[in-house]
């Protein structure tokens, strides 16, 4: 599938190599973050780990790191070029996370993890705003959605390859493998992709007019107003300016909620499929695989869904997530329930869990995107990513193995069951954040694509 920008010939060229470009690079990035959730039984037989280590090992070094980059380097992505900080961040990640093959112990690996970091820190935040500059408002969640693949794409690579790796040349040599590809990519990326103008907005296009200038033919409410690239910055931090945003601080929240649900859930799904279903690691790796495709099919399908919707009421622009978080609690909780031996239904469960929980993703970026000016657009994607990293992929496992550990003397063999059903719960917040957004999202039209003579 592809999303296509409304220009022609050479700039819709460029456009769709660029988006595709950042997409993969993020895919081998999110490839390498989940590589441990199937590499989790020999790490922890080989380094006599417990659930609560494998935790801290998995996600407490990245989080720590990418806390201290990802604002930084938001910031410097809003001011200076972010083609080349791509490229450098996502090429030094995956030489970094291919040191984790040398590892003497859990300490040296939990240390590849932290540097590894970078990639995302640097890469994510900074391709987001690209997209952003080089697609439309009315085109901008579907684009969203083929970069937000690259996610639920690695974690297919992860699950499916990476076991398949793991099954025939052991972990080290899967880590290896993993880290690499993303040096060449990076280095193409460099030499063929042009640094997009920045993009300003003005008046909305394409749309029903609303009563009082909303952008809904059904009188969407009125919230914070779009600010233009023109116009000069608030006084306050990047931060803080983001913050300030009614609308981008529930979808930040709205986000957090979400991402420690979705992180702790892909990080010992694959150990659960193994301990309470007694799946080979291969057959762990096909069942895991199924759900990332359909996380991939789902957040394409939001994606699109949300484009045509928001043309008919711009609060579709959360009512899409909103939808996809509310499918997705019941369905995670019932695929808790199914007993050993129903491969079938498990299978058939956990896919349709990823496929709902996915719908969040690329219409949220898509929102930041609208609400907040040009010139912060990296720093709030740097913060929702940030809730990612600290949040999901720090706190998340973390919670989950030790919540785990606790209920083990009691749960009879049901503690990892018990322990993913609690932090699955975590989505009824995301729900509630992100109604409340959806209620004071803003009514002014969707916005134009005109340049603002930034950089080229």
């Known amino acids: 599938m592809s999303s296509d920008p409304p220009a022609t010939g050479s700039a819709a060229a460029d456009a769709r190599r660029t988006l595709w470009l950042l997409s993969l690079l993020s895919a081998l990035a999110f490839m390498d973050r989940q590589i441990l959730a199937v590499l989790t039984e020999p790490v922890k037989a080989e380094f ?90 009315e085109r901008r969640s579907g684009a969203m959605s ?29 880590l290896l493998a993993v880290g690499l590809p993303a040096l060449l990519l990076a280095l193409l990326l460099r030499w063929v992709v042009k640094e997009p103008m920045r993009v300003a907005h003005g008046a909305g296009v394409g749309l029903p007019a609303a009563p009082n200038g909303s952008s809904s033919s059904t009188g969407a409410l009125t919230g914070p107003r779009v600010a233009s690239a023109s116009e000069p910055a608030a006084p306050l931090g990047a931060v803080a300016e983001v913050w300030s945003n009614t609308v981008a601080r529930r979808l930040l929240i709205a986000g957090a909620f979400a991402l420690i649900a979705g992180y702790s ?75 050993p031996g129903n491969a079938g239904w498990v299978a058939a469960m956990v896919t349709s869990f990823a496929f709902l929980i996915a719908f969040w993703v690329a219409p949220t970026y898509a929102a930041l995107s609208m609400v907040v000016p040009p010139h912060r657009r990296a720093t709030a994607n740097a913060l929702m990513m940030l809730a990612g990293a ?30 993913l059903a609690a932090v699955i719960g975590l989505l009824g917040g995301a729900m509630w954040f992100m109604a409340r957004a959806m209620r004071s999202y803003a009514g002014s039209p969707v916005p134009s694509h005109t340049p603002a003579g930034g950089t080229t």
């Open 265 to 339: 859930f892909g990080t010992w799904n694959f150990a659960y499929l193994m301990r309470l279903h007694g799946f080979s690691p291969m057959g762990a790796g096909w069942v895991s695989g199924a759900a990332a495709l359909g996380s991939v099919v789902g957040g394409l399908f939001a994606g699109r869904l949300t484009d045509r919707l928001v043309r008919r009421d711009r609060r579709w622009q959360m009512g899409v997530p909103l939808l996809g978080l509310s499918l997705a609690l019941p369905a995670g909780w019932l695929y808790l329930t199914l007993p």
């Open 146 to 174: 083929v970069f937000t693949m690259g996610a639920s794409a690695g974690s297919l690579m992860a699950l499916v390859g990476g076991a398949w790796l793991m099954q025939h040349f052991g972990w080290r040599a899967t």
């Open 390 to 419: 600290l949040l999901g992929g720090g706190l998340g496992p973390v919670l989950t193995g030790g919540l785990s550990d606790l209920l083990t003397p009691w749960a009879h063999g049901d503690a990892l069951r018990w322990s």
């Open 48 to 137: 006599a780990l417990s659930d609560l280590h494998v935790g801290l090992v998995t996600g407490l070094g990245f989080s720590v790191c990418f806390g201290l980059m990802a604002l930084p380097l938001g910031r410097y992505a809003d001011r200076h070029e972010r083609r080349g900080l791509v490229a450098w961040c996502r090429g030094i990640g995956g030489a970094l996370a291919a040191l984790g093959a040398l590892a003497p112990g859990a300490g040296w690996l939990m240390a590849t993890r932290a540097g590894a970091a970078v990639s995302d820190a640097g890469g994510g935040p900074a391709s987001m705003s690209m997209i952003a500059d080089l697609y439309p408002p």
